[in-house]
């Protein structure tokens, strides 16, 4: 498995697993990032952070520390 910020631009993929805790977690899933959750990736910042994400229906831009912690496949 990878994390969102191991995905390259232009990929889709599905979250399988949040591997955070508490409130990091809590405030990963209200942002709808949750289990099965298609994640499709725009783009990426010159320095890797932060990156930009579509997932269900809006964009959403996400910071390094939050990336790594959502496993995809």
Request: aromatic residues 2%; charged residues 35%.
């Amino acid at each position: 498995m990878r994390t969102i910020k191991e995905v390259k631009v232009g990929e889709t993929v599905e979250v399988v697993i949040l591997d955070g805790e508490g409130a990091i977690k809590r405030r990963i899933m209200d942002m709808g990032i949750t289990k099965g959750t298609k994640i499709y990736v725009r783009k990426v910042a010159p320095l890797g952070d932060p990156v930009e994400i579509t997932v269900r229906g809006y964009e959403l831009s996400l910071r390094k520390d939050d990336a790594k912690i959502v496993l995809v496949n």
